[in-house]
Structure formats: C-alpha cells, structure tokens
C-alpha cells in the first residue's frame, strides 16, 4: 500500500510517498481500510518536530493523526467491531499512520461512525471532538450555566467546540473572523466578536474558564477576562507539572514540562486562577459519547470542497500551513493504493 511519511523532523515539510506493508493487526487491534483523512496543524507540529515529547515518534513514520474508514480485519480478541464496520478514530499519541490505504488501531481508540455521515465528514470529527471534550469535561470540568471564552475559535475545532459546550449546558463566547460569525451564531454562539475589529478583553469579563488555540502571545489577555477562581485551558501555549503528573511522564520530560510552564502557573496563581494544558488523546469510549452528541444535534464540521490524493499531500499540508482553507482538508487514497 501507499503511505506518506517523514524520514527525519523538519520545517520544510519534507515528505515520501513510498510502498509499505500493510499491517496485521494484532489481537487488540482493527485494521481500517481508510477511506478518507484528515489533515491537522498536529500534523505540521508532527513534521517540524514541536510535539516530539508529547507525540513522539519512531522514524520513518506514516503521518495523520484521524481517519475514517471500513474494518476489513480484527484481532483475535476483538470484541467491539467486525468487517464491515463504518469507524472513524483519533490514532494514538504516537502512532500516526492515517496517511495510508490502510492502518492498524487498537480498539480502544476506535468508535462507529455516526449514522448517516460520509467519510470525509466523519473523518474531520475524532480530534477537533475528542479535544474539545476531554478539555470541557476533564481539565476545565465546566458545569451548566457556566460561560466558556473560545479565542480563536473560528476555525475546524469551533465548529465542533461550540455546539459540544452548547450540548453541555454552556454560554459560550467566540472571537475569530468577521466572515465566520452568522455560521458560528447559527452553531449556538452565544456571542461572537471580530478579533479585526474589536478586543475581547475591552469587551467581556467574569468569564469561567476559556479554551486557548492562540498560544503564549494571547495568554494574559484570555487570562484577564476570567473571573476569580476561572481555569484557563491551552492548546498551544506549554505544558506544565500537573500535566506531567497526570500523564505519568518520565522524570527528565516531568522538569522540562514543569520549567516550561512554571510562570504561566504562578501568573494564574497570582490571580486566583488555574492554568491548565491539553494535548488530546485517543479514547474510543470519549469518541462514542462525541458521537451521540454529533447524532443529536447534527454537528457536520465544514470540509474544504477540495479532495487531495495520498501523492498531494504535500498540497494539503501547505494548505493547512498558509491557513487558506475552507473548512477540513481531506486526503482520500486512490483506489489502487488499496486493493
């Protein structure tokens, strides 16, 4: 089969499209003939080596990070699936491999589509999910009635975030483009301000806790509008102690991870605040529960109209790069990749 891999860590997103074997699954595991995948930021973040000691990775390795697609195999002991099912997953931290006809998944990581989805849909929904409800439900811990700050949040992670935290009880506040605001008030919204035009934290405050996709430079802002108490949750700005002790590192990333995110802590603390930091995991039993929600309430992310073949997927990622997409960008291997 055909896979797009990285040799070697690198800024110039330097890629080989080479034959492979396909994989055998083990006992625990799904092989998914992979209809179709999508490409992420985590990607770029993947290749030029920012995430390794969060994602590390045995080179060469296949690149993608979620995919959508039919089990044609199963491990002797599985149990929750069978040839022919429709299933979608976020692979492993680790692993990577949904830039292939086909990859192997444990079955823990892997959930049935929702009903009526086509694949590519399907496909730009585990991560943008699993993100926004591990970082709700887990690190923020938000309750009914509570008001979510969402900075940023007008690209594929909004479209989902917002209608999750909507089905979760939340009010929820958005900034990003002027272009996507009818789309995002028609998600459920409950405000929407152009970060062109207008600054959130001239604007709104009180706020109990906030999910960062901007980073370092949008810290103390996102920080200020929270109310005394708030958390705020990044995607992008470090990792910290408590993040090394939940996820049981070793002892060197522990201090690397602890230096790393020291005076993002004590800015929090200063305030009677609490600064938090995720990187999403896989968790088939989470991606079912996104599933119901998805199903309820017809969460169907945008998906660029473009399709790009496993051989571009260098276009892709550059497109994902310059930012110039409208909606998820979609890889679908050519049929003879997957025979």
Known sequence: MKAVQMDHYNKQRRIVLRDVPIPTPTGTQVLIWVKAAAVNPLDLLTLSGEVRLLQPASLPVTLGNECAGVIVQTGRQVSNFQPGDRVYTRLPVGQGGAFAGYVAVDQNAVANMPAGYDFPTAAALPLAGLTAYQGLTEELNVQPGQTLLLPGGSGSLGQVAVPIAKALGLRVLVTG???????????????????????????????????????????????????????????????????????????????????????????????????RFLFVRADGAQLRAVTKIVEEHAIRPQVDERVFSLAQAGEALQLVAQGGAHGKIILQPEQEDIK
């Not at 008030?185 to 929407?192: E, S």
């Not at 005394?228 to 996820?247: D, E, M, Q, Y």
């Open 177 to 275: 483009s002027g272009q996507a605001r009818d789309r995002l008030l028609a998600l459920g919204a409950d405000g929407h301000l152009d970060y062109r035009r207008e600054n959130y934290w001239e604007t709104w405050s009180g706020v109990d806790c906030a999910m960062d996709t901007l980073g370092p430079g949008e810290f103390a802002h996102e920080l200020s509008v929270l109310k005394p108490g708030g958390r705020l949750l990044s995607l992008r700005t470090g990792p910290n102690r408590a993040f090394a002790r939940r996820h049981r590192v070793s002892p060197l990333k522990r201090g690397l991870f602890t230096l790393a995110g020291l005076r993002y802590g004590h800015a929090a603390h200063k305030q009677g605040k609490t600064y």
